[in-house]
């Protein structure tokens, strides 16, 4: 993997990280310095200006170049976090403080590990170059037998239905149609291995598009598959889940297909992110006389309430961490792998109890509302990893984060198959995610492997791992 493009971050980091020293010996001399000080207390958006700045470079540098790559780890890594500290600092509302010494080394922590761990894959990678990402497409194929594959995903189809009918007349009403959406879809799922194949649909959305795309014998029926899921998706105001079928069909066209150019990527971004929140947010948020209540007791700026959603999707997650970090370990203790191993506790630990911690949301649900009116869960990807062991485990979560990230990444442009792209999909949307979320400690990243590889398997009706890691070996002796 070629990190040529990760200098300028490199330059950054340590600049930020000198910066951030002289900041400390400066406070320190006049006793200022804590774990809990509040930092640019007077700040009026400078810092902001900073952050998107760098976002904005990171993104498009090297943009007229044929390697030039959205999707790789680095650039999309630190352009999204670059791009919600921007966010962040904004605080537009009453709701939001600014962030304290412990949030800011916590985020210095898990920025450099990323990048130290993307560092090890580059030293050690083999020898040789990775294929052109204009010609990926050239070198693999999906070998997928038309007839077996819509069989498959034809049943798969039939159980999620049926999950999906049977909550519906527990419930009486699917989630976009009730009074009140919000509350609805947390009482719309029954129970939770039922759910589970009820909002697999996106799963499907994206299994209709592989087959309306590479197997065209088929593909009306395909074009039916993923239509009629992402409605379903849809009906359960589930948009991240649509998002990730979304996420994951666009990286597939982009390695399979055809390379998406800047261009390409910001029509895309103008015209389809604006298209989802028309279908969800006017019902769910704006015609919420609820959400109107509470966005005028947090004084949002009533200019600016049309974004109001988003911004508190992603402002709210750098608070809650930042918020986290006065939790723990000051009133609680680190958990030491609790929250990490959520995938493997899923199947006997089921979220339900007062006081339970099943997930770190469970714990910060209630806990939100004592520093603040916005009901919060979300602590990025960070927050999994601070609350298990501190800020070192932040650093060293961060460096497997960026390790597995470059790992497969790597893999993929090296020996270019469909499985090795599909599962650059899902690493690519967990780093897209991190900024949310820990998607690396989620269910669902676990349930989508295995199910697609399922799939994957018996649609090709042979070995169908061994086989592709074989033809890329010969594709590039070749």
């Not at 949030?103 to 020898?127: I, M, P």
């Not at 959400?291 to 809650?320: C, G, H, V």
Request: proline fraction near 3%.
């Amino acid at each position: 993997m070629r990190l040529n493009t990760s200098v300028l971050l490199k330059t950054t980091l340590l600049s930020v990280l000198v910066l951030a020293v002289l900041l400390a010996i400066v406070l320190s001399g006049h006793g200022n310095l804590s774990w809990n000080t509040r930092l640019f207390t007077t700040d009026r958006g400078w810092i902001s200006g900073i952050f998107a700045f760098l976002a904005a470079l990171t993104f498009v540098r090297g943009s007229r170049g044929q390697e030039w790559d959205a999707f790789s780890p680095l650039r999309l890594f630190y352009t999204i976090w670059f791009g919600l500290l921007a966010v962040g600092c904004l605080r537009l509302t009453t709701a939001e403080l600014p962030f304290t010494v412990r949030f800011w080394v916590t985020v210095a922590s898990g920025l450099l590990g990323f990048y130290l761990g993307a560092l090890l894959v580059h030293r050690g990678a083999e020898k040789g170059f990775p294929i052109a990402l204009a010609r990926l497409r050239d070198y693999w194929e999906l070998n997928w037998q038309p007839s077996r594959a819509l069989f498959l995903i034809g049943l798969l189809f039939a159980v999620c239905s049926l999950a999906y009918a049977y909550e519906y007349w527990r419930a009486g009403t699917v989630p976009l149609l009730a009074d009140d959406p919000e509350s609805a879809r947390f009482t719309f799922g029954v129970n939770s291995y039922v759910h589970r194949f009820a909002i697999s649909f996106y799963i499907l959305a994206l299994l209709g598009y592989i087959g309306l795309v590479h197997l065209r014998k088929y593909r009306v029926y395909f074009l039916a598959v993923a239509a009629l899921s992402s409605i379903a998706i849809i009906l359960l105001t589930a948009r991240s889940l649509l998002l990730s079928a979304v996420w994951m069909a666009i990286v597939l066209f982009h390695y399979g297909r055809r390379r998406l150019t800047l261009r390409v990527l910001l029509l895309v971004a103008c015209i389809a992110y604006p298209s989802a929140k028309l279908a969800i947010d006017v019902k769910r948020f704006h015609d919420n006389p609820t959400y109107i209540s509470l966005l005028n007791k947090i004084d949002f700026p009533e200019k600016q309430r049309w974004f109001a959603p988003d911004y508190l999707y992603f402002s709210m997650t750098s608070q809650t961490l930042d918020n986290l970090t006065h939790l723990v370990p000051d009133e609680i203790s680190y958990s030491y792998g609790w929250y990490i191993g959520y995938p493997l506790r899923v199947f006997w630990t089921p979220r339900e109890g007062e006081g339970f911690r099943g997930r770190l949301d469970d714990l910060l649900w209630e806990r939100s509302t004592d520093w603040s009116a916005v009901q919060s869960v979300t602590t990025t990807y960070m927050g999994v990893p601070y609350a298990d062991f501190g800020i070192p485990g932040v650093f060293l979560f961060s460096c497997l984060f960026g390790w597995v990230s470059a790992r497969v990444y790597d893999s993929m442009r090296r020996q270019p198959s469909f499985w090795r792209v599909f599962l650059y999909s899902e690493i690519s949307f967990a780093i897209m995610l991190s900024i949310y979320g820990n998607y690396l400690t989620l269910f669902d990243l676990y349930w989508n492997i295995a199910l697609v590889g399922l799939v994957h398997r018996l649609a090709c009706g042979r070995s169908a791992f061994v086989s592709e890691g074989a033809a890329g070996q010969f594709a590039l002796s070749s």
